[in-house]
């Protein structure tokens, strides 16, 4: 499915902004991810996000992630809410 620009969440505290742009096919999973917390949680924010990407069947994606110490189910919401946004599925802001 070919994605387009999408975003979900805000700079808020305890919040994550979770940008979603299309890259071509065969470049995979690109996320990159800004954090406080991210040399201690920098690895489950990112196997957070990729359930998600799993769960969707998304594999050639941008997503830069500006995370502002969300918890668990915040970064999951976001993540899906940006996901279906670039999918078409549901509506939003870009």
């Known amino acids: ?3 387009k620009q999408a975003q979900a969440g805000t700079f ?3 919040d ?13 999973r690109l996320i990159e991810l800004k954090s406080p917390v991210i040399q201690q949680f920098g690895d489950s924010i990112k196997k957070e996000i990729n ?5 969707y069947h998304v594999n050639n994606v ?13 970064i999951a919401a ?8 670039a ?6 802001t870009l």
């Open 1 to 3: 499915m070919k994605l």
């Open 12 to 14: 808020e505290s305890s």
């Open 16 to 28: 994550i902004l979770i940008l979603v742009e299309p890259v071509a096919d065969g470049t995979g």
């Open 51 to 55: 359930m998600v990407l799993d769960e």
């Open 62 to 74: 941008r997503l830069i992630c500006n995370d502002k110490g969300a918890l668990s189910a915040t």
């Open 78 to 85: 976001r993540t899906e809410t940006a996901i279906r946004r």
């Open 87 to 92: 999918m078409g599925i549901q509506e939003g």
